[in-house]
T-cell receptor, first 116, second 109 residues
Framework: GAVVSQHPSWVICKSGTSVKIECRSL??????MFWYRQFPKQSLMLMAT?????????EQGVEKDKFLINHASLTLSTLTVTSAHPEDSSFYIC????????????FGSGTRLTVV | AQRVTQPEKLLSVFKGAPVELKCNYS??????LFWYVQYSRQRLQLLLR??SRESIKGFTADLNKGETSFHLKKPFAQEEDSAMYYC???????????FGSGTQLTVLP
């Protein structure tokens, strides 16, 4: 149980276009989801906290107009990379909190974004 | 600021040898700490929580408040333990999970 599905697993897009990444909680409701970014051989960096029905909270240095987060339902959060540039190429990972069960967090399988 | 340090980026041990992955924290208040593991081509998954004091896959981790450490230990490493290990604290009232820099463990045959 407690599976988070992330889609797509990889995407290639042209510079200047926008890309949407979906994160779904399959068998539970997630009022809070989190988006991370991971560069090659580096750790996960928290980008933003996504709260159902309200605005996302962004970490310092993360551009909210570039990385649009929408959490319209208890099972879906989306991250849209707008006007993508090659430097946005990275591995994006979402997670959902299971803290009410004392189980920490569960993670999606990640999305490899390549901007050409 | 709440922060964890994983001093070893890479760690190699032989199969059957003991292994210890270090994690030190600097915190105000009581930390909530986890160990997460990422096997090759798999998603990140929870390994241990400090509050549960459990043993998973032979791994244990004890929160040492005197040394401000939460080292991950296993007495006899197996090849399948080769993976990236992250020490991860909850941060603040929002309970956001943040990650240390990670340690890549390689267990040699």
């Amino acid at each position: 149980g407690a599976v988070v599905s992330q889609h797509p697993s990889w995407v290639i897009c042209k510079s200047g276009t926008s890309v949407k990444i979906e994160c779904r909680s399959l068998d539970f409701q997630a009022t809070t989801m989190f988006w991370y970014r991971q560069f090659p051989k580096q750790s996960l960096m928290l980008m933003a906290t996504s709260n159902e029905g309200s605005k996302a909270t962004y970490e310092q240095g993360v551009e909210k107009d570039k990385f649009l987060i929408n959490h319209a339902s208890l099972t879906l959060s989306t991250l849209t990379v707008t006007s993508a540039h090659p430097e946005d190429s990275s591995f994006y990972i979402c997670s959902a909190s299971l803290s009410d069960r004392g189980l920490g967090y569960t993670f999606g399988s990640g999305t490899r974004l390549t901007v050409v | 600021a709440q922060r964890v340090t994983q001093p070893e980026k890479l760690l190699s041990v032989f199969k059957g040898a003991p292994v210890e992955l270090k994690c030190n924290y600097s915190y105000s208040g009581s930390p909530e700490l986890f160990w997460y593991v990422q096997y090759s081509r798999q998603r990140l998954q929870l390994l241990l929580r400090h509050i549960s004091r459990e043993s998973i896959k032979g791994f244990t981790a004890d929160l040492n408040k005197g040394e401000t450490s939460f080292h991950l230990k296993k007495p006899f490493a197996q090849e399948e333990d080769s993976a990236m290990y992250y020490c991860a604290p909850f941060r603040g009232s929002a309970r956001q999970l943040t990650f240390g820099s990670g340690t890549q463990l390689t267990v040699l045959p």
